[in-house]
Each structure stands twice: as C-alpha cells, then as structure tokens.
C-alpha cells in the first residue's frame, strides 16, 4: 500500500492494521501479544499498575499542528507519565483508536510509529488495540506498569516537614501552545516541540520510589491544581518556592515577551515597565498553572537525598484551619488554600484546565 | 445534583466524576482503586490478561436507540466476553469517556449504572477512567482477566477432527437491530434487548479452558468471518453444521417474517412460497453473519464432555488445498474457503462488519 496517498477509507479494516502492526513497540513483558481476542503480559510481583487518558481531535491536539506522530508520542507520554507516578516502570500499552475515513493512512501508521518512539526507552509494548471510524480522531490509552516489588507512591502520604521536589519542565508545554496560538512557533521550536511531544521524566518516577518518596503525582493540569490534589489527598498544604523554578521562568521570558508583543497594545516608545511587568506574569502563569509538561511532583521526608532530576521547590506545611468570617455562622469562613507561594494564595490567573467549563 | 436536568457543560468535571465515582463496580482483586494517578490491581498467577474494545455514537449505537445504562452495558460485556474468549474471569475495567456538553448527566450516570449492572456477575470493578468533552459519545474500555494459573485458549489451536462448540445466542442482536430499524421493535421486545444488552455467556470461558478447549474467541464480527479467523490462525478449516442452530433459526422466524414484509413488495394474496424462502434465508444471514451476540466460539479434543452451555455446531476439517486453476500461472487458483456450512461454501449476503469499507 502507498500509505502517502491512500486514505482510511480507501483501505480495508484488515489492510489498516496490517499497515500499523509491524510498527508497534514489543518488549519483554509480553506473553500473548495483538491478535488473538486479549494480550497476556507478565507481572512479576503479583500486581500490575494500570491508568487511561484520552486525547480528542480539537480538545486536546489540532490536526494543523499536530502530526500523527506527535499525537502518538504525546498520547503514550501522558499515559507513561501516570506509570512513573506510581514509582512504577511501564510494561504495555493497549490502544482504542477513532479515525474519519478522509485521514490519509500515513497519518495513522505515523501515530503508531509516534507511539513507538515514546515507548522505546522504558520497553514498553503495545499488545492490543481496537480501530473504529468516527468524525473526529480519538486516542485512547491504557497503559500497564510494575513496582517491581515495592509500594505504590500515592498522592496521599505527604508528611508536614516534608520537601516538595519536581523533576522535568515548567510551563514549556504552555508557552509552546501559546505561541503555536498568536502565529509565533518559529520563534522557538525547542519550546513548541515540547508542547507537541513533552518528554516526561519517566525514569524519576521509580528512583523517586527507592530513595523514599512518601508521596508523587504526574502534573498534567497544572502546578498549583496539582500540587492542591496532593496536598488535599494528604490532608496538608504545600508552601512552594517560585524562586526554585528560576531556570524555567528565565527559558520563558523570550516567549512570553513576544506573546505579550503579539497581545499588544505596547507604548510607541517600545515596551515599558508595564509591559515588562506582564511578561514577568504570563511566565509566572505558564509556570504555574501550565499543563500537560507532565513534569512529577514528588514529597520526601526533610534530608533526603533527592534522586536526579529532583530539585526542592517548597516545603509540606500543616493545613491551616480556616479564616474565620466576620458574620458568624451566616458568613462562612472561606477555604484555606492548600496551596501557596512564597507563602501567599497564588494570584495565577487560571488554574488548570476543566473540560466542560473549560 | 439534581441530574435528571442538569447538562453535562452545566457542571464541572470534579463534580460530574463525584456523581459518577459511588456507582461505579468494585471489586476483590482492587489493591489502589480510582483518584490517584493510577490503580493497582492483583494479579494472583503472575500475569494479566488485557483488551479493549469501543463503542463511537452513531457508529455502534444509536443514542435514540441506546440509553446510557445500554451503552454501559454494551462497552463492558463486549469487553469482558474478550477476557472470557481467553478463558479467563475479569478483575478489573478502565474507562475513557467522551461525551458531548448537550449530554443530560443522567446519560453518564446511566452509563456507570450499566457498567456496573454488567460487572456485577463476575466481580470486575472499574478501577479507573478518562473523562473529556467531544461531539460525539466514545465510551473505551479496556478489561483485564484472571487465567487462575492455566494457559490462555489461543485461536491457534485448533486441531484437525476436534468438535467444534458455540455457546450464547446467534443472531439475535442483528435480528433486533433490523427490527428497530423497520420501526418494529415492540414486535419482539426480547431480540431487541438483545441487540441493546448482549449477554454473552461469560462464564463459559473459564469453563471451556478447564474442560480442555484447544481454540475459543468471541463472536463479535459473526461466525462465518470470526470462525474463519480461528480457523486460519489454526491452519485448519471448519465445518459448520447449519442445523445445530435450528433453535436460534426458530426463534428468529417471526422477526425475520416481520422484517420481510417490511421491506416490501409481497403478492396481493399474501406470502408465497418465494417470501417464505426469502424469510428463512433472512434468519440464516442473520445466525452467520450478524454480530454483537458475543457468543463463544470453542475447539475441544473429539469425546469431550462439552461444558454448559457449548453446543456442538461442527468440526475442524483439514485445509483443502486451493482448486487447480484451468488455466495455469495467469489463472490464480480461488482460495480454499476456511468456513463451509454443511460442506460446502457459504452463500451468506454478508460476511460481517469492516468498519471502515462497511
């Protein structure tokens, strides 16, 4: 089949996967792989790790920046990233794939070789899937790890005293969107490439595990969303420090000068202190609140020795009991952030994403 | 909440998933179950069994046919009868969900209330999903089983004068589909629950494993085509005995009758003996060629005690070797078929369901 030409609906369901097959990862952990009715995958410790996440045409990607590849990369990443969150390493993956007929078949086994790609370093397979037609494209993955004999990291053991550490990128992914957004990508491909293909640290999530991670959670909704997840799980709060994401703030300043160069409107005398002051926000907002880096948010008791690519950024405090109101019992006290910076509420001006409120 | 009239874009995903979360099936083999990054779920015998399947509006449902319990309903038992094909009981269910803003959330709670309506048998718990917006409904399941320390029924082991087996329904689900596609359904309210809740005979999985079964898979693209996959993977060719479905061919009569006159045109006095022909050849498409039943197809050495509820339709036949063209190299010979009926090639409208050529 000349796959450049040939679109889905040309192709047979039979010829499709015939295409994509030889594409797809293998690896060690696979005992029946695709083609019968299930696969069969090895776990060796009795147990097995497993998450889904789903990535949809227009919520999550747009086809005109995205290529099937970098749809298959970022769709296993986000899975594998749920993994290493557990301090597990990733065995196998399953995938339910929903493509239009008018989608040319290179796109198709791009995505597969995408999802290859992503899955080479950790030796994951990919051991079944499902094909159906559908108006939009839908990607869902289910991936499968193992502890390799120890405890899962929760997001539900954080300890007062403990420090915060986070391994991977801060609001690279955000900035890359938003200059794909305001027409900028050429600007800085580096930082647009991570917005299409995020590179999670994948094998931080088990070392985190071994040197003592009392608790860790993948950041795929943003820094201070996530960071209150675990802090509510744990029944703590969390004191972050912005000045430990320096190295990201001083990556993004470029970006978001543009971006807000593109925003305009700027002083005819070029950009004053105001404008500077805005750049220095909308940094601070795609460090803060940026998804999708799936960068991991770790805790660890106080002098632990913190495993590559760990650095502190805060410290677990006690969850302050709630302000009280001023008007008594019809006034309620309002809600003690579980989060701060610098020890104040944040003031990002979003907070992560939902996707019916948006 | 109240969700008989709230919309899914009228609420947030944090309380949409708290009114999903407490209707979702649990179960044994849980050891994390859902809210954190990923579930952990026990894996006695040192191996899981996995597949995923999905469900696409308007491709596999009708949402004015479906309720959202039948769409739950659905995406688990076709899945779960993938893990009983393997001869294997299932543990526990991820879910992706795709679901529109104009969806009432009664729809999703439905659709947890059918998963866990369909679960419940066998003990499977959801252990953990996606949830995004889209225009259409996607529901991805993937499922994973339990071998309980015997080897996975392949589709390759098909051998030479074994019996072949078929337990569940034929038929009925494509007989109730093309009643409520005649406008007819209130005529046999039983098919179309069918076609709307299969109920495939899960337990008949494990069952034909330890009863020595040397192939077995699920028939969810019909018999003649998924019988044809059992018998290439095996090398072999299966005879299938038309009368040994004599009950599903009864049962269906009326519906095809019904179906037949829809379609129109009979002669004025009546049905004739043409029509009454074509009635019968209506109920055996639909017992070779429908889908969706998701019964079980099973191999088992010659002599077995056939487990309830396996019927004996057949049996595995050397693959004929393809008929000699007359006319030499320029004149490929036709392939063998890999299915016969009653020995000879099958004369079937359809051969079953390719998604994308339909």
Redesign the interface.
């Known amino acids: 089949m000349n796959e450049g030409r040939v679109l889905?609906?040309e192709?047979?369901?039979?010829e499709?996967l015939a295409a994509i097959f030889p594409l797809l990862p293998t690896g060690a952990a696979t005992?029946?792989g695709p083609?019968?009715?299930?696969?069969?995958?090895?776990?060796?410790?009795?147990?097995?790790?497993?998450?889904?996440?789903?990535l949809?045409e227009r919520?999550?990607f747009r086809p005109e920046w995205s290529t099937g590849y970098d749809v298959g990369w970022r769709a296993a990443m986000q899975n594998l990233?749920?993994?290493a969150?557990?301090g597990?390493r990733p065995t196998?993956l399953?995938?339910?794939?929903?493509i239009p007929?008018h989608l040319p078949v290179a796109w198709v086994t791009g995505l597969a070789r995408g999802l290859a790609a992503a899955c080479a370093p950790s030796g994951a397979a990919v051991?079944?899937?499902?094909?159906?037609?559908?108006?939009?494209v839908?990607v869902?993955v289910?991936v499968?790890?193992d502890?390799g004999g120890r405890e899962?990291v929760?997001?539900?053991g954080a300890q007062v005293s403990d420090v915060v550490a986070h391994a991977g990128r801060r609001g690279w992914s955000a900035a890359g969107l938003a200059l794909l957004d305001h027409d900028l990508g050429p600007l800085d491909q580096e930082l647009v490439d991570a917005y299409l293909r995020p590179e999670p640290p994948l094998a931080a999530g088990p070392a985190a595990a071994g040197s003592g991670a009392t608790a860790?959670?993948?950041l795929s909704d943003g820094l201070l969303r996530d960071a209150g997840r675990l802090a509510r799980?744990s029944g703590v709060a969390v004191d972050l420090d912005l000045g430990a994401f320096r190295g990201d703030l001083d990556r993004l300043a470029v970006a978001a000068s543009a971006v807000r160069v593109a925003d305009g409107p700027l002083s005819a005398t070029g950009p004053g202190p105001a404008d500077l002051g805005a750049q220095a926000a909308l940094a601070r907002d795609w460090v803060l609140t940026g998804g999708e880096d799936h960068g991991l948010l770790a805790t660890f008791p106080a002098g632990t020795s913190l495993p590559e690519p760990f650095r502190a950024v805060g410290r677990v405090v006690a969850r302050p009991t709630s302000v009280p109101g001023a008007g008594g019992a019809a006034d309620p006290a309002p809600a003690a952030p579980a989060v701060t910076v610098d020890g104040e509420a944040p003031r990002a001006h979003g907070v992560g994403w939902?996707?019916?409120?948006g």
């Not at 192709?11 to 039979?14: A, I």
């Not at 019968?36 to 790790?49: I, K, L, Y």
């Not at 399953?94 to 929903?98: F, K, R």
């Open positions: 889905v609906r192709t047979s369901e039979e499709l005992l029946v083609g019968d009715d299930s696969a069969v995958v090895s776990a060796p410790d009795g147990r097995f790790v497993v998450s889904t996440d789903v949809v919520r999550h990233a749920d993994i969150a557990m597990a196998s399953v995938v339910s794939l929903v007929g051991v079944g899937g499902d094909l159906s037609s559908g108006d939009d839908v869902a289910t499968h790890g502890l899962p929760l997001r539900s860790m959670l993948d799980a939902d996707h019916f409120r």
